[in-house]
């Protein structure tokens, strides 16, 4: 079983900044990739960033150019650095990641999800 912990969020004012981590923990496994995810009141699950174990990215267009993730792969840990936050980054973040066990299976873990409140 792969574990997720994340840490970080919070509340932040409109144009502040918040940093997420999230770290994998367990026995015998490989990361492939990592990624956030968030979902606001309401609305689906949508991709946030992610990021590969060679470090090859991919954001959301409505988070280019404010939010960089980034990884450590020495430590199963990534990263979300989030600035000029916005009311509409508002919502649940949950860490993903997928990659494959020593015995050969693949999985696809998730956190438990943190809370970001963009808010006066």
């Known amino acids: 079983q792969v574990q997720l912990v994340e840490s970080g969020g919070g509340l932040v004012q409109p144009g502040g900044s918040l940093s997420l981590s999230c770290k994998a923990s367990?026995?015998?496994?490989?990361?492939?990739?990592m990624g956030w995810y968030r979902q606001a009141p309401g609305k689906q699950r949508e991709l946030v960033a992610v990021?590969?174990?060679?470090?090859?990215?991919n954001y959301a267009d409505s988070v280019k150019g404010r939010f960089t993730i980034s990884i450590d792969n020495a430590k199963n840990t990534v990263y979300l650095q989030m600035n000029s936050l916005k009311p509409e980054d508002m919502a649940v973040y949950f860490c993903?990641?997928?990659?494959?066990?020593?015995?050969?299976?693949?999985?696809?873990?998730w956190g438990q999800g943190t809370q970001v409140t963009v808010s006066s």
């Open positions: 367990g026995i015998g496994f490989k990361i492939n990739a």
């Open positions: 993903n990641a997928e990659g494959r066990r020593w015995g050969g299976t693949d999985f696809n873990s």
């Open positions: 990021i590969n174990s060679g470090g090859t990215t």
